[in-house]
């Protein structure tokens, strides 16, 4: 081989080999954010990852937590956005459980469809808060009805849930609490003839 194409070939392997090295170089920021998801998913909370970023990779306690706060908050609403966009694929599904469900205990019953405990209270609660007229009548109708506490009322004669009946039958109760003693009048009697 000639000399002047072995030089050549040395030239280009080491520029090459430069150029492969500059490559794999990772930039500063590019590292420090493997740190953090590092630590993240070695660490079960915020301050976690901040403890092993402080402990693991020298950062300093501020700038660690810092870095743990935001990396929560992304992971956070990536599991939000996860948890919607499957709960939107079966929307048909959900409205049929809502319908099977509305009334007495709809929020057990839309556990049980599978629906977690905080969506299922959720709609619970809206749905209830649509009749609160109805809701109001039936509160009036039995602290009219009940001289005790009308929760009896309300889970017997409306079917209530006792979650509502109890706090529903509180108010009231504290309501006769507050009206001023007025000591029953005194039964009027006949004249003799």
Known sequence: MPRFVVSRFLVLVVAAALAAAACHKAPPQLSR????????AMSVDTAGTADCLVRLHGWKPDEAMVAARARQHVLDSTRAWQEDSAWRT???QHRR??????????????ALAGWSDARAKR??????????SKHARQVADCARRSRGNPASCLMLSYQWDPDRAMPAA????????????????????????
């Not at 006769?176 to 039964?187: F, I, L, T």
């Open 33 to 40: 954010d493997q740190e953090v998801a590092t630590c993240s």
């Open 90 to 92: 079966d929307i048909v």
């Open 97 to 110: 459980d809502v319908a099977r469900c509305k009334g007495n205990g709809m929020a057990r019953c839309l």
């Open 123 to 132: 709609t619970a609660d809206s749905s209830w808060d649509s009749d609160k």
């Open 170 to 193: 509180d108010t009231v109760m504290r309501a006769r609490m507050a009206r001023p003693y007025v000591p029953p009048a005194a039964p009027r009697r006949r004249p003799r003839r």
